[in-house]
C-alpha cells in the first residue's frame, strides 16, 4: 500500500523555548522574509501561563507576524477566526503543557484537519512543537509513567495524539528527566514503531515524515526494536519488571541526519541541504 508523504516540515522540540538556532530554522525553512507563525497555546489551561508563552514566544521569535489560538472547550476550536488563523498562516506552532488537552481538544476538529492538510500537502509549511506540543505530534502518545517506574509493565499509559507522523513515539526533556526506561517500554509494546527522545531545546527537522536532522545543543536518541531476540512482556503481570534482548539504540547529535523508514544515519538530502 503506498502511503502519502508529507510534503511539510514537522519539528518536535524536547522542550524549553527552543533556543535561537531552532527558532532561526524555522523561519528559514517557511521560505518567507516575514513568516506569519501561529503558535496555539492550549497545552496549558492557564491564561496567565498561556499569556506569558506567548510574550516569550514573541520575543524570541523576532518576527512580527505572530498570531495565537488560545480556548479551554473542544467546541471552541472551529471558531472563523481560529480556522483563519490557520488558513492564513506559514508555520504553526504547539507550546508546551498537558499533551492530553492537545489531543482532547483538537482532535476531530476541522481547525486540526486543516493543519494536518497543509502539512501534508504544501512545501515549505513547518509544524513544530515544543514538549507537550511535540509529544503529541504521535499517532500514539506517552501522557504518563514516572522514569524510575517504566520497565514495570502497567506503569506506562498510552493515548491517541495528533497524528502528524505515525511511525514514531516522540518523548521530550529526554536526557535531563532519564526518561530512557519509559521510552524502551513504548518500543517493547510495538518494535514496529520507534522511540524518539529529544533533549531539551533540541530539535528533530524531520523532512517528507522520514529524514531527520537534529539542531540544538542536545541529543536525539532514537530506540529501535525491530531486531528485539526476547521480552518477557506478554509472559509477566503489572507491576513485574521487564526483561528485553537485542533492543536497539541510537545517538545523534546536533548537525547529525536519520532515516527513520531506513532506520539509520544517512548524509543530508538535497532538499535539505538547499536552505
Known amino acids: 500500500m503506498k502511503i502519502n508523504k508529507p510534503k511539510g516540515i514537522l519539528v518536535p522540540i524536547g522542550g524549553g523555548g527552543g533556543g535561537l538556532d531552532i527558532l532561526e530554522r524555522i523561519v528559514k525553512e517557511t521560505k518567507k522574509r516575514n513568516p506569519k507563525i501561529c ?15 506567548q510574550e516569550q514566544f514573541s520575543e524570541d521569535i523576532g518576527q512580527k507576524g505572530v498570531s495565537f489560538i488560545h480556548f479551554d472547550q473542544h467546541i471552541d476550536a472551529d471558531s472563523p477566526e481560529n480556522l483563519a488563523k490557520v488558513r492564513n498562516c506559514d508555520s504553526i506552532f504547539f507550546g508546551g503543557g498537558n499533551q492530553l488537552r492537545l489531543s482532547s481538544l483538537l482532535g476531530g476538529t476541522k481547525l486540526m484537519d486543516n493543519i494536518k492538510s497543509r502539512y501534508y500537502n504544501e ?7 515544543s514538549s507537550a506540543g511535540a509529544a503529541a505530534m504521535s499517532g500514539t502518545m506517552i501522557i504518563s509513567g514516572c522514569s524510575q517506574d517504566a520497565l514495570i509493565k502497567g506503569e506506562l499509559q498510552l493515548t491517541n495524539g495528533l497524528d502528524l507522523i505515525n511511525n514514531v ?12 526506561a ?37 541529543l536525539a536518541v532514537v530506540v529501535d526494536g525491530t531486531l528485539i531476540e526476547y521480552s518477557n512482556l506478554t509472559e509477566i503481570c503489572d507491576g513485574d519488571p521487564i526483561t528485553i534482548q537485542g533492543l536497539r539504540m541510537h545517538v545523534i547529535g546536533p548537525g547529525k541526519c536519520f532515516s527513520l523508514t531506513e532506520r539509520k544515519l544517512t548524509m543530508l538530502s538535497k532538499r535539505v541541504d538547499s536552505h
Open 39 to 53: 503558535y496555539i497555546t492550549v497545552a496549558t489551561s492557564s491564561p496567565e501561563e498561556a499569556e506569558e508563552l
Open 182 to 218: 519509559r521510552l524502551i517500554q513504548t518500543v517493547v509494546y510495538n518494535p514496529g514503531i520507534l522511540g524518539l527522545g529529544l533533549s531539551t531545546n533540541t530539535a528533530a527537522f524531520i523532512y517528507d515524515g522520514d529524514r531527520l536532522e537534529v539542531v540544538g545543543s542536545g
Open 123 to 129: 512545501e515549505h509549511f513547518v509544524v513544530a512543537g
Open 169 to 180: 513515539f516522540i518523548d521530550t526533556h529526554f536526557t535531563e528527566r532519564g526518561r530512557f
